[in-house]
């Protein structure tokens, strides 16, 4: 019998998560990642006015500025917010999914490129025999956050990173 609810339990959690939410509430998650910019359509229309756009601006200037320390840590990780004038290409005073998917279509050689790069300096900087690998002493001195995964990395077990062993290590995280 307990089988039986749970069961019942687990199959309207799905068609409950779709229900509408009191007006204030936060949104369910409704597509694009959660974080995204659908978190910007307030009215719930499924487009992002110009004024959603600018409001969320607003909150996330002043998030920036009640914490400069997160803000900067993003800053190295991330790249520059696009404005509204670039995201909405058929410039009808709105932003949707398509227009933001296409954003990151067009920008992603770009921005795989720079990652590519930053990845060939580290991995450089790291490798201080230049022997194009990295041993155990390397990683825990120039990768400190990635010493205690180096034997899950290291996949042929040889004692050594290479650059293909740790790009296979990042598509699996």
Same mark, same amino acid.
């Given at each position: 019998?307990?089988?039986?609810?749970?069961?019942?339990?687990?199959?309207? !959690? @799905?068609?409950?998560? =779709?229900?509408?939410?009191?007006?204030? $509430? #936060?949104? @369910?998650?409704?597509?694009?990642?959660?974080?995204?910019?659908?978190?910007?359509?307030?009215?719930?229309?499924?487009?992002?006015?110009?004024?959603?756009?600018?409001?969320?601006?607003?909150?996330?200037? $002043?998030?920036?500025?009640?914490? @400069?320390?997160?803000?900067?840590?993003? +800053?190295?990780?991330?790249?520059?917010?696009?404005? =509204? #004038?670039?995201?909405?290409?058929?410039?009808?005073?709105?932003?949707?999914?398509? *227009?933001?998917?296409?954003?990151?279509?067009?920008?992603?050689?770009?921005?795989?490129? *720079?990652?590519?790069?930053?990845?060939?300096?580290? =991995?450089?900087?790291?490798?201080?025999?230049? +022997?194009?690998?990295?041993?155990?002493? *390397?990683?825990?001195?120039?990768? @400190?956050?990635?010493?205690?995964? =180096? $034997?899950? !990395?290291?996949?042929?077990?040889?004692?050594?990173?290479?650059?293909?062993? !740790?790009?296979?290590?990042?598509?699996?995280?």
């Amino acid at each position: 019998m307990k089988v039986q609810a749970l069961a019942a339990a687990l199959l309207l !959690l @799905p068609a409950l998560s =779709f229900a509408q939410a009191p007006a204030g $509430a #936060a949104q @369910p998650h409704r597509g694009m990642h959660h974080g995204g910019l659908e978190r910007l359509d307030t009215d719930n229309d499924g487009r992002i006015s110009r004024t959603e756009f600018d409001a969320g601006q607003a909150q996330r200037d $002043a998030w920036r500025a009640q914490h @400069p320390e997160r803000a900067e840590r993003a +800053d190295r990780r991330r790249h520059d917010a696009p404005t =509204f #004038a670039v995201l909405d290409t058929n410039r009808d005073g709105y932003i949707v999914r398509s *227009e933001v998917s296409a954003y990151h279509d067009r920008v992603r050689p770009q921005r795989d490129a *720079e990652r590519a790069a930053k990845f060939d300096a580290r =991995f450089k900087e790291a490798d201080l025999n230049r +022997d194009g690998k990295l041993g155990r002493v *390397e990683v825990q001195e120039k990768m @400190p956050r990635m010493a205690d995964r =180096f $034997a899950w !990395l290291d996949d042929n077990k040889d004692g050594f990173l290479t650059r293909a062993e !740790l790009e296979a290590g990042h598509k699996r995280r």
